[in-house]
């Protein structure tokens, strides 16, 4: 069973940094080949993706976070971080990590964390 722990959440201020991090059980080898995406929800909203990178670390991003945020991953941690810079109102969502995707762009992968809440707020 592959586990998916986020952390970094937070409370922030309009033009605040937060780091997410997403730390996986799977082992080092099937890790270093997956592709994991950072989805984001609003309330009200359909869950959306922020931003994946693959096994090779190409990445895509959503056009409101370019620029702002940047994913990037460190297989021997198991782990994938998401850098969010200049943080608006508009970024407030619980924060999701995914792995299992079939192709960066496509449909999200078969697991999920728990998530974790981040606040854009003044």
């Known amino acids: 069973q592959v586990q998916l722990v986020e952390s970094g959440g937070g409370l922030v201020q309009p033009g605040g940094s937060l780091r997410l991090s997403c730390e996986c059980s799977r082992s080092i080898f099937s890790f270093r080949l997956a592709i994991i995406g950072w989805y984001r929800q609003a309330p009200g909203k359909q869950r959306e993706l922020v931003a994946a990178?693959?096994?090779?670390?190409?990445?895509n991003y959503a056009d409101s976070v370019r620029g702002r945020f940047t994913i990037s991953r460190d297989n021997a941690k198991k782990t994938v971080y998401l850098q969010m810079n200049n943080l608006k109102p508009e970024d407030t969502a619980v924060y999701y990590c995914?792995?299992?995707?079939?192709?960066?762009?496509?449909?999200?992968?078969?697991?999920w964390g728990q998530g974790t809440q981040v606040t854009v707020s003044s």
């Open positions: 995914n792995l299992g995707a079939r192709a960066l762009g496509s449909t999200p992968g078969d697991y």
């Open positions: 990178i693959s096994g090779g670390d190409s990445t």
